[in-house]
Each structure stands twice: as structure tokens, then as C-alpha cells.
């Protein structure tokens, strides 16, 4: 079994920080590409930014220069450094990894129960 928790969300007023973690456990064998996603009431759930094993990223266009999504490979840990924080960010945030239970060339993807944001004007 492998689960992913994620922990870091609340509510901030706007300009200011949170920072999202997302501790990865159970029987994993490796993890790939590790990514923060969320959901919006009514709205579609969407990639805010990823990161591979080798530390490479991407960001969303809207959360470019505010968010930085970094890992600890020996812990197994993801986090997202937000600052500058709109009202426009709250949602509720997904963590995702791509992670092999066994050697080989198969892979699941697992997902987090969600923290809620929330960011007041």
C-alpha cells in the first residue's frame, strides 16, 4: 500500500505564504515525477507545478515566480512553497506521484487526500 498525505493548507490573507508538504509512504520501490495539483468549486482540476526525480520543474503560467515546488528524494517528501498568495489561489491541493512498488518499468499513479487553501482578499 502506498499513500500520500498532504499537509501545510489553511486560510491566509492575501500577500501572504504557505507552504504544502506531501510525505509519500509505503512500499515504494521509486519515485518519479512528483506534482501539486488543484481543484476550484466548479472548475476543473488543474497542474500548478511538478517535479522529477532529477529536480526538474514546471509551473503554471499563473503561479510562475510565486510557487516553488522542491523534494527531498531521501524522505520522500514533496513541498510547495507558495508566497504572494491571491485570492485566486484557493482550492483545494492534490498532491501526485508517479511511483514503482517494484523494479521494473511499471508504475502507478497516486494521488493525496487534498488540503483545502483558502487566501482572503
Known amino acids: 500500500q502506498v499513500q500520500l498525505v498532504e499537509s501545510g493548507g489553511g486560510l491566509v490573507q492575501a500577500g501572504g505564504s504557505l507552504r504544502l508538504s506531501c510525505a509519500a509512504s509505503?512500499?515504494?520501490?521509486?519515485?518519479?515525477?512528483m506534482g501539486w495539483y488543484r481543484q476550484a468549486p466548479g472548475k476543473q482540476r488543474e497542474l500548478v507545478a511538478a517535479?522529477?526525480?532529477?529536480?526538474?520543474?514546471n509551473y503554471a503560467d499563473s503561479v510562475k515566480g510565486r510557487f516553488t515546488i522542491s523534494r527531498d528524494n531521501a524522505k520522500n517528501i514533496a513541498y510547495l512553497q507558495m508566497n504572494n498568495l491571491k485570492p485566486e489561489d484557493t482550492a483545494v491541493y492534490y498532491c501526485n506521484a508517479d511511483i514503482a512498488v517494484v523494479a521494473g518499468p511499471f508504475t502507478y499513479d497516486y494521488w493525496g487526500q487534498g488540503t483545502q487553501v483558502t487566501v482572503s482578499s
Open positions: 509505503g512500499s515504494i520501490f521509486s519515485i518519479n515525477a
Open positions: 517535479i522529477t526525480s532529477g529536480g526538474s520543474t
